[in-house]
């Protein structure tokens, strides 16, 4: 059974400071989402990386993938205080989307 | 384009009583998921359907159906609702590589 796992769980952090999350999962997946969910949101698609050596980017964020590993980063480079709001890492696996925890990142002033 | 659209956006139900949340989609999305959100948790999965005519059980099933008889529509229902029933409740669509959601369904059970 697939499980996917975050870390860490809650990040608070300075604006400008550069920090990384991080997602495993337990099994061999066919491609890896990342979100991003506001209070009282639905979830918005950040990023799919579907293959190994994967690095995509938008902004101040930076999602890569390591199959090998069963590893994916979402890093994020000198926060600024919009970027405040929940992150979730899914792997797919079959016909499954399965989600870790959410990372709830502050930032602060 | 419309994407994914839950109704209703808030319920509240008594214990005992029963619902259904309404999902559609006009994507022609085959993959279609329903997923539970407890307050200051990850999304679980409850069940999940392949396309039309076939569904599948999820993470937790307990106290819940499906039926997908039509490509866009993927109905989810609650037959005798408990508390912990009480979340969020979020359908979602799929093709290829990436995952819509919808708006949310807030269900809060008496």
């Known amino acids: 059974e697939l499980k996917v796992e975050q870390n860490p769980l809650f990040l608070s952090m300075q604006e400008g400071k550069n920090y990384t999350i991080y997602c495993n999962y337990s099994t061999t997946s066919d491609r890896l989402y990342w979100y991003r969910q506001d209070p009282g949101k639905s979830l918005e698609s950040l990023f799919v990386?579907?293959?190994?050596?994967a690095v995509k980017q938008e902004g101040r964020l930076m999602a890569s993938l390591d199959t090998k590993a069963r590893l994916s980063t979402l890093h994020i480079t000198a926060a600024v205080h919009d970027l405040s709001a929940t992150y979730f890492c899914?792997?797919?696996?079959?016909?499954?989307?399965?989600f870790g925890a959410g990372t709830i990142l502050r930032v602060k002033s | 384009n419309a994407g994914v659209t839950q109704t209703p956006k808030f319920r509240i139900l008594k214990i005992g009583q029963s619902m259904t949340l309404q999902c559609t989609q006009d994507?022609?999305?085959?993959?279609m998921y329903w997923y539970r959100q407890d307050p200051g948790m990850g999304l679980k999965l409850i069940y999940y359907?392949?396309?039309?005519?076939?569904?599948d059980k999820g993470e937790v099933p307990n106290g819940y159906n499906v039926s997908r008889s039509t490509t866009e529509d993927f109905p989810l229902r609650l037959e005798l609702a408990a508390p912990s029933q009480t979340s969020v409740y979020f359908c979602?669509?799929?093709?290829?590589?990436?995952?819509?959601f919808g708006q949310g369904t807030r269900l809060t059970v008496v």
């Open positions: 994507m022609n999305h085959n993959y």
């Open positions: 979602a669509s799929s093709w290829s590589t990436e995952a819509f």
């Open positions: 990386l579907l293959s190994n050596g």
């Open positions: 359907s392949v396309g039309a005519g076939i569904t």
């Open positions: 899914a792997a797919e696996y079959g016909n499954k989307l399965v």
